[in-house]
């Protein structure tokens, strides 16, 4: 039985963790929890063997395979759980555009487990090429349900001097994002609480989001998009957006769409309400066929499939 070291998480101890790791080379693409599960089942995997089967895998390990620095920093972190042979990370670190991104260890089963995985890699080559497509200078620019906050990072680095907000209703998710802004070196970038925009003010040029698209039983924050097939948040996002992007602002939604019967109800749901809006707008699959798995529960009996989409709006009027 593993049991949690006392002390809060620290986020100087956390930002020194980051910093030892981007010292020794680490790297880790974060998979699919489907993927992760199965090669750690692989019975060579049981016992971490390096840093990124420490901090990538999640897997447990013994005291003696980090260098004693780091284990120390573990520990004041708030980020060690012990047993009677074994240790365990509380956090993976992910590798994304060459910075490190603090998030939950696997399996993310808490409620406020904060979320980073493949989704997070097609969010910000979503946001990039927005980005390059675009020719109208951004100033504000915010990430709303920021979670580690990857999409409100990636901004940042592509518009060093555009104002950064990154949002969340999730403190777990803040406290991280916060780290990761520090590891980054962005210095306009600001995580704070708020439900969707209510706790800023203001319009924005640039909105970002990368929502809980799939319909979870538990209905844990990183997960649940509410509604019979996941998509409430993603088109109160969309309303949200809609009211507070600047003129000539835009708006990239990285999301799933449950596909049933050959239609797609989250597209149609969005073209209602942007036939009304009059704004302009692009949408496309990224990918065709994601988290298959879901397939088996009962709110998706009738679905073909979930595709992973990026919704873009450009409010010109």
């Known amino acids: 039985m593993f049991t949690a070291h006392p002390s809060p998480v620290s986020a100087d101890a956390l930002l020194a963790l980051g910093h ?3 010292d020794a080379g680490y790297h880790f693409t974060t998979v699919t929890p489907n993927t992760h599960a199965r090669v750690n089942v692989r019975p060579e995997n049981a016992e971490a063997q390096c840093l990124a089967d420490v901090f990538g895998w999640s897997r447990p390990f013994r005291p003696s395979l980090l260098p004693s620095p780091m284990l120390d920093i573990m520990e004041q972190g708030g980020v060690l759980v012990r047993d009677s042979r074994y240790c365990r990370s509380l956090v993976r670190v992910s590798t994304l555009d060459g ?3 603090f998030h939950s260890a696997f399996p993310t089963t808490d409620a406020d487990s904060v979320f ?3 989704d997070t890699y097609r969010f910000a080559n979503a946001i990039r090429r927005a980005l390059r497509e675009r020719d109208r200078p951004v100033c504000r620019v915010v990430d709303i349900g920021c979670g580690a906050g990857p999409g409100g990072i990636v901004a940042a680095k592509v518009l060093p001097d555009a104002e950064v907000f990154m ?3 999730n403190e777990a998710a803040l406290r991280l994002a916060r780290v990761n802004v520090q590891l980054a070196g962005v210095t306009k970038a600001e995580a704070r ?3 969707l925009l209510t706790s800023l003010e203001g319009s924005f040029d640039l909105i970002v989001a990368n ?5 979870d039983p538990a209905q844990r924050a990183y997960r649940h998009g509410g509604g019979p097939l996941g998509a409430d948040l993603s088109l109160a996002i969309l309303d949200t957006a809609l009211e507070r992007l600047s003129l000539g602002g835009t708006l990239v939604l990285y999301t799933g769409a449950a596909v049933v019967n050959g239609e797609d109800p989250f597209r149609a749901a969005a073209a209602d309400r942007l036939s009304r809006s009059g704004a302009r707008w692009a949408y496309r699959e990224m990918d065709p066929d ?3 798995e879901e397939l088996e529960a009962e ?5 073909d499939r979930i595709a992973a989409v990026v919704l873009t709006v450009d409010q010109d009027r």
């Open 20 to 22: 030892a790791l981007r």
């Open 99 to 101: 910075e490190l991104f």
């Open 116 to 118: 980073f995985g493949p």
């Open 167 to 169: 949002v969340d209703i």
């Open 193 to 195: 609480r708020s439900d």
């Open 211 to 215: 929502p809980p698209y799939l319909v």
């Open 290 to 292: 994601v988290f298959g």
């Open 299 to 303: 709110a998706y009996r009738h679905a």
